[in-house]
């Protein structure tokens, strides 16, 4: 049976208010008893209190009686005026009378009455201290009549009989703090000589104690309905309070359960048809357990793809960084961190302005951006898009490497410009090749032929000069060669010569001298790609000659050292500041007006490709550039 | 009036100032003149209306055989003719019998009876009972329990009454 959860709540609200019904009562109950004990104990201490302190109130005045008699008998007044000033000293004391030794009645006096009713004769005569009985007046007060015996210098004269008032003394007794309690004395008969009643019940809780000298007994009473007031008030005051924070709490609950039940409705509602479109069967006793089972469908879908968006990002070939709308970057993807030899808390959380200098918050592209890691620069295109993700608004920078496709642009360039430079000397070549053989040929013929000295002379110049210009054609036929970066069989001497007299025109036309010392086996030769060697040496040098000034040298060095080739060379320009020399080989650094700063990036990269290596020292007076390349290791 | 009979047992006739309108005073008053019946005493009611009447009465009891005045309880004697009592039965030598012993030390001759401050003290027992919620009818009536005799000696001397010595035995208190 499926049960709603408003119904659950409302079973809830019931069985908390029938507990809370069943704890008053259980506390009421308990409360009673502990009321009835407590006021057991208590009274019964005050009764035996009080009894004691009428038993001893009762002594008192029986010894201040016998005081006052032989006080004023010593002064010599009669029995009449000694019971008259007994009357007047002892309170509670009205009357008396004077009875002789065998118990006629001679003098009496009374403040109150002028005829005291007194026996006439006493029935006891026994010399002691007798309690005779007891009278009420016309106001219902009780008055205890005790005989005091009088004795003068220990001679017995007779009786005293003294009216005590006992509603006084019980009064004394009496706390006026106790407003609902019924207070009796009873004889040993148990009938009430005198009662101090103030409440009428059915039911009352007493205690009774007995007055010490006498055969009274005291006698406290107070209704159960008094005693048990607290617990009645407790009991009507805890129903009272709960069923008003019941009733308001009730009223909160209904109205939050309804606030919170209204859009929960509607959700439950819109999901259900969700659900049913996705064909998602849920099972749930409520609207909780149904809303739940949705969400974690909804949550597991959402988990799944977010995997996948993930995947994408991680796996796409092109560096990516989630970037936040304040410029921090958030995530960064592995391909980034694997070109650019960078880990990952070196960049999340940095601002991505730190490493791009085109850092944006809108949609844009830009083709060619400088994206700088550490001291190194990258020529990078940069795409973003604005993506909106759990946790707000982010931007997804694709950053795209083009450095490589930089350089081999440069390469490209430069080979094309060669190519045509070939071209241009073998067509040169094949046209001088022709009048060079036949000046060649005629010159010979002069030489050998003629007698004259100086004609012969001036014929072997030209034959000289003839077969010196066929060398160059020869060598511009050589450089004119298809590009071929296959290792081969070198001269590294004969490559070096090669450059430097490709280079000499430009440092003929800017006056720079060139001067090339081998240390060498000119015969010696390695293994290595010739096209990448020249093109290292054609950068180098042609640097120095750059860094030089008119009619400066530029030192080139070739050398036999630790089983390596070693290029040596010098300029004596100004050289490079020291914390510049680092970045020479980062691509698009340099310090030329109209340079591209690929040269020596490439330099540095095919001589890594070859085993080689390159380095770079400030001296005194300009730059060296040292250059080495093992003979043996294959490049 | 039996103290009266023994300490003035010449006094044969006496005056009780009473207000009729006031029911304990006329009870009071029936009491008082049967009690002197008792011992042949005359007691005399009178009721006057202001001070001018009190002098007339009060300067004239001479004349007529009076030989005191019996005060008893009455809201309108008690607490605005006594002191005009005390001064004119002084003036013309007359004794005065009050209630409370407070009044014998402010000029009456004799006075019998329980003190306001008793008075007071005991109801004052009633009162909290009755003020704590307690209902009236369980509040039974109690009678004053500090009776005392009280005589102003330089008012009886003064006065120059003729009184029995050996009564003086009963005074509980005497104002000198």
Request: proline fraction near 3%.
């Amino acid at each position: 049976m499926r049960v709603s959860l408003k119904t659950k709540i409302l079973l809830l609200f019931t069985f908390v208010l029938t507990i809370q019904g069943i704890s008053y009562f259980h506390h009421f109950y308990i409360l009673k008893q502990e009321l009835v004990q407590r006021w057991n104990e208590e009274t019964n201490v005050l009764v035996s209190i009080m009894s004691d302190k009428l038993s001893s109130l009762l002594e008192e005045k029986v010894s201040q009686i016998n005081t006052l008699i032989a006080k004023y008998e010593r002064l010599g007044l009669s029995p009449e005026e000694v019971l008259w000033r007994l009357s007047g000293d002892i309170a509670g004391v009205s009357e008396g009378a004077f009875y002789d030794t065998s118990g006629r009645l001679l003098a009496f006096s009374s403040r109150l009455k002028t005829m005291p009713e007194f026996e006439k004769q006493l029935s006891s005569l026994l010399e002691r201290v007798e309690r005779l009985g007891y009278q009420k007046d016309s106001y219902g007060e009780l008055y205890i009549r005790i005989k005091v015996p009088d004795f003068q210098d220990n001679v017995f004269k007779g009786f005293y009989v003294v009216s005590i008032n006992l509603n006084s003394l019980l009064e004394d007794v009496y706390s006026l703090s106790f407003q609902h309690v019924n207070l009796y004395l009873l004889d040993s008969s148990g009938r009430t000589l005198l009662s101090l009643q103030h409440t009428v019940s059915k039911n009352f809780l007493r205690v009774s104690s007995p007055v010490k000298g006498t055969d009274w007994t005291l006698v406290i009473e107070e209704p159960y309905q008094t005693v048990l007031e607290p617990a009645y008030q407790f009991l009507l005051r805890a129903f009272f309070f709960g069923f008003l924070s019941t009733l308001g709490l009730g009223v909160i609950f209904f109205l939050v359960i309804g606030r919170i039940f209204k859009p929960l409705d509607r959700l439950k509602e819109s999901l259900l048809e969700w659900n049913e479109k996705r064909r998602i069967s849920l099972q749930g006793s409520d609207e909780i357990g149904m809303l739940s089972k949705t969400f974690e469908e909804l949550v597991n879908r959402l988990e799944r793809e977010k995997e996948v968006y993930m995947n994408i990002f991680n796996g796409s070939v092109d560096g990516m960084l989630l970037v936040s709308k304040e410029g921090k970057i958030k995530r960064v993807n592995k391909s980034f961190l694997e070109r650019y030899s960078v880990k990952e808390e070196e960049i999340v959380g940095r601002d991505i302005s730190q490493f791009l200098e085109h850092g944006s918050h809108q949609t844009l592209f830009i083709p060619e951006a400088l994206l700088t890691i550490g001291s190194k620069r990258y020529v990078v295109n940069v795409c973003t898009v604005p993506i909106n993700v759990e946790e707000g608004e982010f931007l997804l920078y694709q950053i795209r490497d083009l450095t490589e496709k930089k350089e081999l642009e440069l390469i490209l360039y430069r080979t094309s410009k060669l190519s045509l430079a070939g071209e241009m000397a073998c067509c040169m070549a094949h046209q001088l090749n022709n009048p060079l053989a036949s000046i060649l040929v005629y010159a010979e013929y002069i030489h050998n032929t003629v007698q004259d000295e100086k004609l012969r002379e001036k014929a072997g110049i030209i034959m000289r000069q003839a077969l010196k210009s066929a060398e160059t054609v020869k060598k511009l036929l050589d450089m004119a060669k298809v590009f071929d970066g296959k290792p081969q069989e070198i001269n590294p001497y004969s490559i070096t010569r090669e450059v430097i007299e490709l280079l000499s025109f430009k440092a003929r036309r800017k006056r720079v001298s060139l001067e090339f010392t081998a240390d060498i086996n000119t015969h010696a030769g390695m293994m290595c790609s010739s096209w990448k060697l020249e093109q290292v040496l054609i950068n180098v040098i042609e640097n120095a000659i750059d860094a030089s000034q008119q009619g400066q040298k530029v030192e080139i060095k070739l050398k036999w050292e630790n089983s390596c080739f070693v290029w040596t060379v010098r300029d004596y320009g100004e050289g490079i500041p020291e914390e510049d020399l680092q970045k020479v080989f980062e691509p698009f650094y340099t310090t030329k007006k109209d340079g591209t700063g690929l040269g020596l990036s490439l330099v540095k990269r095919f001589l890594d490709d070859m085993n080689g290596n390159i380095s770079m020292y400030n001296t005194q007076k300009g730059l060296e550039v040292v250059i080495s390349l093992p003979s043996k290791t294959q490049c | 009036m039996e103290i009266l009979h023994k300490l003035f047992p010449s006094i044969k006739k006496v005056v009780v100032f009473c207000t009729p309108q006031f029911e304990a005073s006329k009870v009071a008053t029936k009491i008082t003149v049967k009690a002197g019946e008792r011992y042949g005493i005359k007691v005399v009611p009178i009721s006057v209306r202001d001070v001018l009447d009190l002098e007339y009465v009060i300067s004239h009891m001479r004349e007529d055989g009076f030989g005191g005045i019996v005060i008893t309880p009455c809201f309108y004697t008690e607490n605005f003719l006594t002191s005009y009592i005390l001064q004119y039965a002084s003036f013309y030598q007359l004794p005065v019998f009050c209630l409370s012993p407070e009044q014998a030390k402010k000029g009456c001759t004799v006075a019998y009876g329980s003190s306001g401050y008793q008075q007071g003290y005991q109801a004052s027992f009633i009162a909290y009972r009755l003020l704590k919620g307690e209902q009236v009818k369980n509040v039974p009536f109690e009678k004053v329990r500090n009776i005392k005799l009280v005589v102003n000696e330089r008012v009886l001397r003064e006065q120059g009454v003729q009184y029995n010595q050996i009564a003086l035995s009963l005074v509980d208190q005497i104002i000198p």
